[in-house]
């Protein structure tokens, strides 16, 4: 994603991801995952990046990441739904957050304790984002294609327990945060690991030959983004400036080959 480009006359680019180069010593870099944003961390921590990591349940992220160095990979207990649930010393010294939490549009095992679309999408990101010093560099959040038609067929299907509605409320919240920000929406995701109780993991989608990714905006995509993709454009968007106060959707496609 180093050669993403943008214009303001184009609805969309699309581009084939690149290698991403290794990014600068000290800065320092907050995330909350749960199953396939794993990747969000994983990426990271090959880039060398030191990372806070909160989760409700700590031990996880031994299972996730294996053995890590503290010097690398510091891991905090915490819950974004309770105003309280976070330490604010978790924030000391950290530069930027990604923020991937989320749980599935339909009643599921991952509702059990309380983990609904309002609670996580809405309740989560807000006390989150409350809880952000001022200092930080970027926040980037990580929604959804169709939060703006939630009312409009078949958008108003997906969000019949209201999961795109809290989207949108919480993209709104960071929106008028006053921190620096960037919103990338995916499509339905797919690819592994397939540890959540949703679509994805039914059909154990995969992105095949949709090796290219498009870029879009206005919320007017509509189509699967692999999980990998959704990882890099968040790594990525930390650090380009031109991403800071915007919203992007992303979508895989096949890749096209002239001769």
């Known amino acids: 994603m180093n050669d993403l480009t943008r214009s ?18 000290g800065q320092e870099s907050w995330t909350e995952t749960e199953s ?3 990747i969000v961390v994983a990426s990271l921590l090959n880039r060398n990046v030191k990372l806070r990591l909160i989760l409700r349940d700590p031990e996880k992220a031994t299972t996730l990441f294996g053995e890590q160095d503290e010097e690398k990979l510091q891991v905090w207990k ?3 739904r309770s105003p ?5 010393s ?6 930027h957050v990604i923020c991937c939490t989320g749980t599935t549009a339909f009643p599921s095992r991952r509702w059990d304790g309380d983990n609904t679309p309002e609670r ?7 006390n989150l984002v409350s809880a952000l010093p001022k200092s930080l560099k970027r926040i980037v959040l990580v929604s959804s294609i169709g939060v703006t038609k939630f009312n409009e067929l078949p958008w108003s299907i997906m969000n019949l327990f209201g999961v795109l509605k809290y989207k949108k409320m919480g993209e709104d919240f960071v929106r008028n945060s006053g921190l620096p920000f960037t919103i990338i929406r995916a499509g339905r995701l797919t690819d592994g690991p397939y540890t959540s109780y949703d679509l994805n993991t039914l059909l154990q989608a995969t992105a095949g030959e949709r090796r290219a ?3 879009g905006q206005g919320d007017k ?3 699967e983004v692999s999980r990998l993709v959704v990882a890099e454009a968040c790594i990525q968007a930390l650090d380009i400036e031109f991403t800071e106060g915007q919203t992007y959707e992303v979508n895989s496609i096949p890749v096209i080959i002239l001769i």
């Open 8 to 25: 303001d006359q184009e609805h969309h680019k699309v581009y084939k991801p690149e290698k991403a180069g290794k990014r600068r010593r």
């Open 36 to 38: 396939g944003e794993a």
């Open 78 to 80: 915490g819950d974004t």
């Open 84 to 88: 309280t649930g976070i330490d604010p």
């Open 90 to 95: 978790v924030f000391e010294g950290v530069t």
């Open 120 to 126: 996580v999408d809405w309740d989560g990101v807000r």
């Open 213 to 215: 990714v498009l870029i």
């Open 221 to 223: 995509l509509v189509g």
